[in-house]
């Protein structure tokens, strides 16, 4: 279906970028076969890596891939967790690694422009200099601009301020034939035309190359509170949501954690969680003006005493909060060595609880650690599929049965009105319960949509859906 690279093309490639930005080193190769899903059988390697340093090197690399069909997979920080940038059918690994310049910071129309390759740890840290303010947060700050557009990332801010789509407000983008087009611009409104900027962000490398991009930003907020409240159950835990949601003010996050998963997390980093009371815990982060907040956590606070919290935990400098959402961060960490999966199910908040009681059950029923945890206030949910206990099965075991579990997590997820990923994408591990999620109907017009853009499939083949 695909040509391989040969010399020539080779030649071609290093005519754009220099020798010295293409990887064909099988040694080397192995470091781009992979993101941070964690089982090797999807691991792929590419035939060679190139690092351009502009959109026009990119298009002058696709125009090459497309006369030859090669396939072509851009990968940024590779932080992603469902094979996004498994370069699965061999081809060409753009890396955008070089692309790292942020081009402007328009304090004037509080909008920030950056090539794609930088990663979110250089965006914010000269947002901060300037006292401006990104508010998106995706939990791993060597993410890069292109894989969180790539990916319609979300993270823990996302409850007042929504995903990185609500942010994006231009890119630069080279299609699967070369040309490069810039939908969207430096503006906030625009009613002109089809709005090709949000097909583009969750495309995930499959309708064009995103080069650059700009967003809105804010400037910083005066002052930021985090409540830590402690719940015996998860039906009260979760039960007090919308009544928090409910209130005139939106907080940033309201975030949702079980006391298990903080003391691993707690260990790993040699961080000490500040409440010691009950199973669950509301992690509940809101800013603004500093006698607003103040008042507003006083309201929070009791509307959560009210209905069954043990406590509530102040958190309100700097340092105590730095401390929290550094364990709350490191879960993924905490847990990684022997996580199969994290899943990232996506439903209405109000079904959140009984997903969970579900989860518990199945995690009893077959004997499998199923650690859940989340976003309570968008119902966003992460369950870790755990090696623990599988691991004593034959493999052959322990693999249907991982598959059976995610199976029955993500199908209660589709039952309850939700969907299959809130924030990490499909790339390759989720594409088979796809049609049960959106239907033929819908999955067609998708596929209408990619065959009109990238008629040869060379774009990240096999991500989504089958090429
Ligand atoms: C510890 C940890 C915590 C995380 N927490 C969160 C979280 O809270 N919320 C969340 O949403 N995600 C989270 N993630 C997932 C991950 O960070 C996001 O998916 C992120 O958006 C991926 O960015 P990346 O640069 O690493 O992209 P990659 O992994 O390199 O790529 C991801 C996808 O984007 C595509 N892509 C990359 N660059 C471009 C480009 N320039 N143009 C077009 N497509 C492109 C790729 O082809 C691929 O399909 C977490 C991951 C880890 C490891």
Redesign the pocket.
């Known amino acids: 279906m695909y040509s391989k690279l040969d010399e020539y093309t080779v030649r071609k490639l290093s005519n754009i970028v220099g020798e010295n930005n293409v990887i064909l080193e099988e040694n080397r190769l192995i470091d781009y076969s992979h993101?941070?899903f964690s089982l090797d059988d999807i691991a792929h390697k590419p035939e060679a890596v190139v690092k351009p340093v502009s959109a026009d090197e990119i298009s002058e690399i696709v125009k090459i891939a497309s006369k030859e069909r090669i396939p072509i997979?851009?990968?940024?920080?590779?932080?992603?967790?469902c094979g996004?940038?498994v370069p699965s059918y061999g081809g060409i690994v753009i890396s955008?690694e070089r692309?790292n310049k942020i081009l402007e910071i328009d304090e004037t129309n509080l909008m920030a422009t950056l090539q794609?390759?930088v990663?979110l740890k250089d965006f914010y840290s000269a947002l901060r200099m300037r006292k401006l303010f990104f508010p998106p947060?995706?939990?791993?700050e060597?993410?890069?601009?292109?894989?969180?557009?790539?990916?319609?990332?979300?993270?823990?801010r996302a409850v007042k301020y929504g995903?990185?789509r609500n942010f994006l407000r231009g890119i630069e983008?080279v299609l699967a034939d070369g040309k490069i087009i810039r939908p969207g611009g430096k503006i906030i409104k625009d009613s002109t035309g089809y709005s090709l900027l949000h097909l583009?962000a969750g495309?995930?490398?499959?309708l064009?190359?995103?080069?650059a991009a700009t967003f809105s930003i804010m400037p910083e907020p005066e002052s930021m509170i985090t409540l830590l409240i402690p719940y015996q159950s998860t039906e009260d835990a979760l039960g007090v949501v919308p009544f928090i949601l409910k209130q005139p003010t939106r907080p940033l996050a309201i975030e949702f954690i079980t006391r298990e998963v903080i003391s691993i997390s707690e260990n790993y980093c040699g961080k000490h969680w500040p409440s010691m009371s009950g199973e669950i815990f509301l992690m509940v982060m809101i800013d603004g003006n500093k006698d607003d907040i103040e008042k507003y956590c006083e309201k929070i606070a009791s509307i959560c005493l009210d209905y069954g919290a043990l406590d509530v935990f102040v958190a309100d400098s700097t340092q105590k909060q730095e401390e929290i959402l550094h364990i709350r961060?490191m879960v993924?960490?905490a847990l990684k060595t022997s996580t199969i999966e994290i899943l990232?199910v996506v439903m209405p908040p109000s079904q959140m609880a009984s997903h969970i009681t579900f989860v518990k059950k199945l995690s009893l029923s077959h004997n499998v650690w199923l650690p859940t945890y989340g976003h309570a206030g968008d119902g966003n949910l992460h369950t870790h599929i755990m090696k623990v206990n599988l691991e004593r099965k034959e493999i052959s075991q322990w693999r249907e049965k991982y598959k059976q579990l995610r199976e029955e997590i993500i199908l209660d997820a589709i039952h309850r009105g939700g969907k299959i990923s809130g924030?990490?994408?499909i790339?390759l591990v989720k594409k088979e319960y796809l049609e049960k999620c959106l239907g033929n109907e819908y999955i067609s017009v998708l596929k209408k949509i990619k065959s009109t853009l990238d008629p040869l499939s060379i774009l990240?083949p096999g991500?989504i859906f089958d090429p």
């Open positions: 993101d941070e997979v851009v990968r940024g920080g590779a932080t992603g967790l996004g940038c955008t692309l794609a390759g990663t947060h995706p939990g791993e060597s993410a890069t601009i292109g894989g969180v557009i790539g990916t319609n990332a979300g993270g823990a995903t990185i983008v583009f495309s995930e490398g499959t064009g190359i995103i080069t961060s993924y960490e990232d924030e990490h994408g790339g990240n991500k």
